[in-house]
């Protein structure tokens, strides 16, 4: 588990194929891993990734086919910066929010502008993950923790201050820029708890307004 709270800047320095799957080396920056032991998780981009060898300036990770298809660690290179954070402990400041470091799906960057100091996003989501975006709600961003200011559909707007950008991988952001996106984790497993018993049906789908009347969920 992770807090959305970026901890330092990294580098993607090697991307190996390995019998079909990536072996990535980070280098880590100011991250402090004198308390990193191997098996250890590590957030990249929001990716929980294990460090399988520790060479002192950074990690290795293997990365499975399956986590190239559902992120956008696929759109990485050797020099690419990433946002990196260490799992949380018991004694962790819970400065965002609760982050599982499973990526839900893959947005875009559609625009920004400034605005004062700050700077106004506009991110496009997957259309299935729309349902759980919603304003002043918690999402995800790279690894980020952030506040949701307004949704249009698929499209949610953020509002960036300058520290973030700073001290984030946001600040190289252009429109058309791919991102991993986590929703928030109580809406997740809210949807799935009201499903009850149909939870465990193979064609059992999402909560629609026809679900929600026929469990006594919407008055006639």
Same mark, same amino acid.
């Given at each position: 588990?992770?807090t959305?709270?970026?901890e330092a800047?990294?580098?993607?320095?090697?991307?190996?194929?390995?019998?079909?799957?990536?072996?990535?080396?980070?280098?880590?920056?100011?991250?402090?891993?004198?308390?990193?032991?191997?098996?250890? *998780? #590590?957030? +990249?981009? &929001?990716?929980? =990734? /294990?460090?399988?060898?520790?060479?002192g300036?950074? $990690?290795?990770?293997?990365?499975?086919?399956?986590?190239?298809?559902?992120?956008?660690?696929?759109?990485?290179?050797?020099?690419?910066?990433?946002n990196?954070?260490?799992?949380?402990?018991p004694?962790?400041?819970?400065?965002?929010?609760?982050v599982?470091?499973h990526?839900?799906g893959?947005?875009?960057?559609?625009?920004?502008?400034?605005?004062?100091?700050?700077?106004?996003?506009r991110?496009?989501?997957?259309?299935?993950?729309?349902k759980?975006?919603?304003?002043?709600? *918690? #999402?995800t +961003?790279? &690894?980020?923790? =952030? /506040?949701?200011?307004?949704?249009?559909?698929a499209v $949610?707007h953020?509002?960036i201050?300058?520290?973030?950008?700073?001290?984030?991988v946001?600040?190289?952001y252009?429109?058309?820029?791919?991102v991993?996106?986590?929703?928030?984790?109580?809406?997740?497993?809210l949807?799935?708890?009201?499903?009850?018993?149909?939870?465990a049906?193979?064609?059992?789908g999402?909560?629609?307004m026809?679900?929600l009347a026929?469990?006594?969920?919407?008055?006639?």
């Open positions: 588990m992770f959305g709270i970026i800047v990294g580098q993607i320095q090697s991307m190996q194929p390995q019998g079909g799957d990536v072996r990535l080396y980070v280098r880590t920056g100011k991250l402090d891993l004198g308390d990193v032991k191997l098996g250890d *998780s #590590i957030a +990249v981009n &929001g990716v929980c =990734l /294990t460090a399988i060898e520790l060479p300036d950074g $990690f290795w990770a293997d990365v499975s086919q399956e986590t190239i298809r559902r992120t956008a660690l696929a759109s990485l290179k050797p020099g690419s910066r990433v990196l954070e260490k799992a949380l402990t004694t962790t400041r819970l400065g965002g929010h609760l599982s470091g990526v839900d893959v947005g875009k960057v559609l625009s920004l502008h400034q605005d004062a100091r700050s700077w106004h996003f991110v496009e989501a997957p259309a299935e993950l729309a759980y975006i919603a304003e002043k709600g *918690s #999402i +961003v790279d &690894g980020t923790s =952030l /506040t949701v200011n307004a949704v249009e559909g $949610f953020l509002n201050v300058p520290h973030t950008l700073q001290e984030t946001m600040g190289d252009q429109p058309g820029t791919v991993n996106l986590e929703v928030d984790l109580i809406a997740r497993y949807e799935r708890l009201l499903l009850g018993e149909k939870a049906e193979p064609t059992a999402g909560i629609s026809a679900f026929e469990n006594g969920f919407l008055k006639s």
